[in-house]
């Protein structure tokens, strides 16, 4: 190993052991119960919610694929600032709604929403298992980015597989001890470096490659006109249709994301939603600052084979071992942070739902009520464990398997908006009007995948899928109304007009 290899790589052993610390030791003095370490007892601020949802939106998605989809195709790449910011306005109006039902009701993910606005177990058991079955593509997504990511500033230096296994007991250390106030405080640290980092490379690259911001933009002009027009450069069909369909329903499902609820769940008040949804939009800013170093790669590099090492490719070559240590810190949380997240998210709907006994425990609870409490946490936390090691066996056997699923998680996901965010507002949307617009549109999201016809005519399959799942939504609930269930309360009214 190299001189600069051995620097880099102790920089990034002390921070991964900082991370760990900084996620373990913030669960001091707190509670130890399932609402504290599942969504931190609803007690984060706005600068904590604002610190969580920036950690999962900037992911190692955003210092890779940003830069390689701007090396590669050019403005579709843009559709990832769009979709951020449309998804933040909508959260304005969802993210207060979902937080007051879940309070009101004491309920801690999508699926205990699901099997309470329904009054249906079932119904909230298969929630949880399309939300997991959408979710473990990204958390590999984040496991492999990490290994490349550390593999990059490390010259080579450490294997992807041995990145992928730290990945993993970094995320499962600190996860597993405190639960969603651990990754709170670990983006604290992210976010410092990432600001640092892409700050100082907005700066840097185009000074040192290509004389300045102004020239690079004059070049990019002159010379690759076609990165800057609609489709792109070879981007498969990526036009204005799949541009705005994509936007559409990726802005409204990442509000539904498991993780992004597990966020609104730990603030203190709606309000803190609001302000979070208000103040989010500046931090995708610094999105446009991998998408630059990506599109000056076209210019140091142009023949660069793998377009997700573009950014550090740039980095390795000219900046000395500390700061590439430094920046490639930040990479490695960047997927470190929204992978605890997911892991975290996968344990909470699978141990309260389909392991816990069903959802609606009052928080004054009996002596057996917190002997059951403690048993699903510890169920959840086991269950986070074995979502960790999946993801992680697919990144080191199949490495390509499941990430050729990560294209359709956001699709899939999209398809529980009907089910767990409509309902909420729509009174009159019956169980099994939800569960067959859910089953029509996964079928027709994933025919169309298979069959290699996504986009259909330049638009999203997604949003297809979402079309044809409203549409049989409506059509079965409206044909079938539902029913009392016997002995308990009527199916749960919507938001604005609750009265329990």
């Not at 050019?74 to 990832?80: C, D, H, R, T």
């Not at 490379?201 to 000074?207: K, N, T």
């Not at 510890?378 to 990144?395: D, E, K, N, T």
């Not at 965010?421 to 859910?438: E, I, N, P, S």
Request: glycine content about 10%.
């Amino acid at each position: 190993m190299s001189g600069s290899a051995v620097i880099a790589t102790t920089i990034f052993g002390l921070a991964m052991v900082a991370t760990i610390l900084i996620g373990v030791l913030s669960a001091r003095g707190r509670d130890k119960g399932l609402a504290e370490w599942s969504v931190s007892s609803r007690g984060l601020g706005v600068m904590f919610v604002w610190l969580l949802m920036a950690g999962e939106t900037y992911t190692s998605f955003s210092f890779l694929g940003t830069a390689g989809w701007s090396f590669s195709y050019g403005v579709p790449i843009l559709y990832l600032v769009a979709y951020l910011t449309v998804g933040l306005a909508v959260a304005y109006v969802a993210g207060p709604a979902i937080w007051t039902y879940a309070g009101r009701h004491n309920l801690i993910s999508i699926a205990d929403m699901a099997e309470h606005r329904f009054r249906s177990r079932p119904v909230g058991i298969l929630v949880a298992v399309v939300a997991t079955v959408f979710i473990v593509p990204y958390i590999q997504l984040q496991i492999q980015g990490m290994g490349v990511v550390v593999n990059a500033m490390s010259y080579g230096g450490i294997d992807l597989r041995v990145a992928a296994i730290v990945s993993f007991i970094v995320a499962e250390a600190f996860i597993l001890v405190s639960g969603l106030r651990g990754s709170a405080w670990v983006s604290a640290l992210k976010d410092v470096l990432v600001i640092f980092a892409v700050v100082f490379l907005a700066v840097y690259v185009p000074m040192h490659y290509v004389h300045g911001a102004g020239a690079f933009m004059h070049r990019l002009v002159v010379e690759k006109p076609e990165w800057l027009t609609f489709p792109g450069h070879a981007s498969g069909g990526r036009g204005a249709a799949w541009f705005v369909s994509t936007v559409l329903l990726n802005g409204v499902t990442i509000t539904i994301f498991p993780n992004t609820v597990a966020g609104y769940f730990s603030a203190r008040s709606p309000n803190a939603l609001r302000r979070n949804s208000v103040l989010l939009p500046w931090y995708q800013l610094l999105l446009f600052i991998p998408m630059m170093v990506g599109a000056t790669a076209l210019f140091v590099v142009p023949t660069l084979k793998n377009s997700d090492l573009a950014l550090f490719a740039l980095v390795t070559r000219s900046l000395p071992s500390p700061l590439v240590a430094v920046i490639g810190v930040a990479g490695a949380l960047s997927a470190i942070v929204p992978m605890s997240v997911f892991v975290l998210a996968i344990g909470t709907l699978w141990g309260r739902t389909l392991l816990g006994g069903g959802n609606g425990a009052d928080p004054r609870r009996t002596r057996t009520e917190r002997a059951g409490d403690a048993r699903t946490k510890r169920l959840s936390q086991l269950v986070c464990f074995v979502a960790g090691l999946i993801a992680l066996a697919g990144s080191l056997f199949y490495p390509s398997a499941l990430v050729q699923l990560s294209v359709l998680s956001y699709e899939g996901l999209g398809q529980l908006v009907p089910i767990v965010l409509l309902a909420l507002f729509w009174r009159r949307m019956t169980a099994a009007g939800a569960v067959a617009g859910l089953v029509v549109g996964t079928a027709i999201m994933l025919g169309l995948w298979l069959t290699g016809h996504d986009p259909l005519f330049g638009v999203n399959g997604g949003v297809i899928a979402l079309v044809a799942n409203l549409i049989v939504n409506a059509a079965v609930s409206y044909a079938r109304p539902a029913e009392a269930v016997p002995g308990g309360p009527a199916p749960a009214p919507a938001v604005a007009g609750e009265a329990s």
